[in-house]
């Protein structure tokens, strides 16, 4: 989430993969200019075990939204981007990179 003196993030800003699936992302939407991209990959064992184990930033035992996919209230500025293989293309081979993954926050 963006600091309260912060009023808006980029057009197209990332969303964190470490929360939990069922989050409600509306009131981060509410900050961004365009679209609150989603990057997720069921190949991302860092973020899937890890928040498994040692839990997710909102204390939830489970996958998150890193492996999984956002599954919460809907949200008009959520745009999710799952992995898939022409993304390795680019660099993104569907693990724990935020880097790479970046690159295809605006593929569709």
């Not at 197209?12 to 509410?30: I, M």
């Not at 390795?88 to 724990?96: E, K, S, T």
Request: glycine share 12%; net charge positive; proline share 7%.
């Amino acid at each position: 989430m963006l600091p309260k003196s912060r009023k808006h993030a980029t057009p197209d800003s990332q969303y964190r993969k470490g929360h939990a699936t069922g989050r409600d992302l509306n009131p981060a939407a509410r900050r961004v200019i365009a679209h609150l991209v989603v990057n997720s990959s069921p190949l991302d064992a860092i973020v899937g075990l890890g928040t498994i184990f040692v839990g997710t930033t909102d204390r939830v035992f489970a996958p998150s939204i890193g492996t999984l996919g956002y599954r919460g209230p809907h949200c008009e500025k959520l745009k999710q981007v799952r992995w898939r293989p022409g993304f390795i293309r680019m660099g993104y081979w569907g693990g724990y990179n935020p880097a790479s993954a970046g690159r295809v926050a605006g593929a569709r």
